[in-house]
């Protein structure tokens, strides 16, 4: 019998994923360990391997959503009869480990239900083939960015931008009925990461009474200090960022502040002892929040080489479900844009929400003589259903307090 392909459940939270892309066409061979689909969750994006060699049926479609424990399809082994009609699935499997199906048994040899696809190509998802086809792009032409150097629809989307468009025919006149308009690359449904996203920030901006408040940071001495770390870390291949800084001064400040380490869920305002803090880090995607575990029982070296980690694998669609589960607070930054200050949307539940402005040449006056001084603006949303106005002013002013004597993050 042939090998069930399950929909894979990734974390106790998952409650639906989308086989968002196909890695082996329809009637193509799949040896064991191979990549098989990539799986997008509401969380995470992970692909997934062949727990066994063989033919690939597919029973859906990329982009179909469905529930973890859903079979999307089959693998036959070798000489198996692939049947016209794939059969039925077996009552869907609440699993989170994939579990292994019974070996398929021999049968004599069958002619293809498909003509076999060509042997020797270029690297290319079966959706990235459909795509290069209807838009007339060369797939040796085009530079394969996913998985061991695959190429993928967003490849050949980018390949298609840089193809002139074709003239329109000579014979075409003004009667003549206007052509079809074509489907637009650029239209991408609102699902898995992307949907949650939006899903979670407007209900956060609808359920919460969300307020923001900006300080200025002087940073002289934390430059000096951050230049010193890394110099003094480098054969280590340790690099602490400004962010790392601010991941530290935040935690510092919230065990000071645990009015601010707090949500509110059903009706009651829970304060956390722990500090478990959530860096955003920037997706093609969307924002992902990768959470540094336990932080307060951290040092600076210690949060910098787990948040690096974490911001490294969040980028090679890496990271597990535990990952980004259970922060009580959250950093974001957009200095590297040049974004002085901006407003961030709480995370929900979390009661609070820092943002990192760019680093920037500001002005201190010495009675009446001006100095160069760099700084840093801090925004911090909070809700006000949790924690009033002075509490939040006195817990940024910490914040600021730990970057102006940066010494003191190192104790």
Same mark, same amino acid.
């Given at each position: 019998?042939?090998?069930?392909?399950?929909?894979?459940?990734? @974390?106790?939270?998952?409650?639906?994923?989308?086989?968002?892309?196909?890695?082996?066409?329809?009637?193509?061979?799949?040896?064991?360990?191979?990549?098989?689909?990539?799986?997008?969750?509401?969380?995470?994006?992970?692909?997934? #391997?062949? +727990?066994?060699? @063989?033919?690939?049926?597919?029973?859906?479609?990329?982009?179909?959503?469905? +529930?973890?424990?859903?079979?999307?399809?089959?693998?036959?082994?070798?000489?198996?009869?692939?049947? #016209?009609?794939?059969?039925?699935?077996?009552?869907?499997?609440?699993?989170?480990?994939?579990?292994?199906?019974?070996? *398929?048994?021999?049968?004599?040899?069958?002619?293809?239900?498909?003509?076999?696809?060509?042997?020797?190509?270029?690297?290319?998802?079966?959706?990235?083939?459909?795509?290069?086809?209807?838009?007339?792009?060369?797939?040796?032409?085009?530079?394969?960015? @996913?998985?061991?150097?695959?190429?993928?629809?967003?490849?050949?989307? &980018?390949?298609?931008?840089?193809?002139?468009?074709?003239?329109?025919?000579?014979?075409?006149?003004?009667?003549?009925?206007?052509?079809?308009?074509?489907?637009?690359?650029?239209?991408?449904?609102?699902?898995?990461?992307?949907?949650?996203?939006?899903?979670?920030?407007?209900?956060?901006?609808?359920?919460?009474?969300?307020?923001?408040?900006?300080?200025?940071?002087?940073?002289? +001495?934390?430059?000096?200090?951050? &230049?010193?770390?890394?110099?003094?870390?480098?054969?280590?291949?340790?690099?602490?960022?400004?962010?790392?800084?601010?991941?530290?001064?935040?935690?510092? *400040?919230?065990?000071?502040?645990?009015?601010?380490?707090?949500?509110?869920?059903?009706?009651?305002?829970?304060?956390?002892?722990?500090?478990?803090?959530?860096?955003?880090?920037?997706?093609?995607?969307?924002?992902?929040?990768?959470?540094?575990?336990?932080?307060?029982?951290?040092?600076?070296? &210690?949060?910098?080489?787990?948040?690096?980690?974490?911001?490294?694998?969040?980028?090679?669609?890496?990271?597990?479900?535990?990952?980004?589960?259970? @922060?009580?607070?959250?950093?974001?930054?957009?200095?590297?844009?040049?974004?002085?200050?901006?407003?961030?949307?709480?995370?929900?539940? &979390?009661?609070?929400?820092?943002?990192?402005?760019?680093?920037?040449?500001?002005?201190?006056?010495?009675?009446?003589?001006?100095?160069?001084?760099?700084?840093?603006?801090?925004?911090?949303?909070?809700?006000?259903?949790?924690?009033?106005?002075?509490?939040?002013?006195?817990?940024?002013?910490?914040?600021?307090?730990?970057?102006?004597?940066?010494?003191?993050?190192?104790?």
């Amino acid at each position: 019998m042939a090998t069930e392909i399950y929909l894979v459940k990734v @974390g106790m939270t998952m409650h639906e994923g989308t086989v968002d892309e196909w890695y082996i066409g329809d009637g193509e061979r799949v040896e064991s360990g191979g990549l098989l689909y990539r799986l997008e969750t509401e969380k995470v994006n992970l692909d997934v #391997d062949a +727990e066994t060699s @063989g033919t690939v049926k597919q029973l859906v479609s990329a982009g179909t959503t469905l +529930e973890p424990g859903d079979v999307v399809g089959y693998i036959y082994a070798d000489g198996e009869t692939i049947p #016209d009609v794939l059969p039925a699935p077996t009552p869907k499997r609440d699993i989170s480990v994939r579990e292994e199906s019974p070996p *398929a048994q021999a049968a004599p040899p069958a002619a293809p239900a498909e003509p076999a696809p060509e042997r020797k190509r270029v690297a290319a998802s079966p959706v990235a083939r459909k795509l290069a086809a209807e838009l007339n792009v060369d797939l040796a032409t085009v530079n394969g960015t @996913g998985p061991r150097g695959r190429i993928t629809k967003e490849d050949v989307q &980018q390949a298609a931008a840089l193809i002139p468009a074709a003239a329109p025919p000579a014979t075409l006149t003004p009667a003549a009925a206007p052509p079809a308009a074509a489907p637009s690359a650029n239209a991408v449904p609102l699902r898995g990461m992307r949907k949650t996203i939006a899903e979670r920030m407007h209900a956060s901006l609808r359920d919460s009474a969300q307020l923001t408040i900006t300080m200025e940071a002087a940073m002289d +001495e934390a430059v000096k200090l951050r &230049q010193s770390l890394n110099d003094e870390w480098q054969s280590a291949g340790i690099r602490v960022t400004y962010t790392d800084l601010v991941l530290t001064a935040a935690t510092k *400040a919230l065990r000071q502040h645990p009015a601010m380490n707090a949500a509110l869920i059903d009706d009651a305002i829970a304060r956390f002892d722990a500090v478990h803090i959530g860096v955003a880090v920037a997706l093609d995607e969307g924002l992902i929040v990768p959470v540094v575990k336990d932080a307060h029982a951290k040092s600076l070296r &210690q949060i910098a080489v787990e948040a690096a980690d974490l911001a490294g694998r969040a980028r090679a669609g890496k990271l597990a479900i535990d990952d980004v589960e259970g @922060g009580t607070f959250t950093v974001t930054s957009l200095g590297m844009y040049g974004v002085d200050g901006f407003t961030p949307i709480l995370n929900p539940p &979390q009661a609070g929400i820092l943002g990192v402005g760019r680093l920037y040449d500001g002005v201190r006056w010495h009675g009446d003589r001006p100095a160069k001084e760099q700084r840093l603006r801090l925004s911090l949303t909070w809700d006000h259903r949790v924690i009033d106005g002075a509490p939040a002013a006195e817990f940024l002013a910490t914040v600021r307090g730990y970057l102006e004597s940066p010494f003191r993050l190192l104790v």
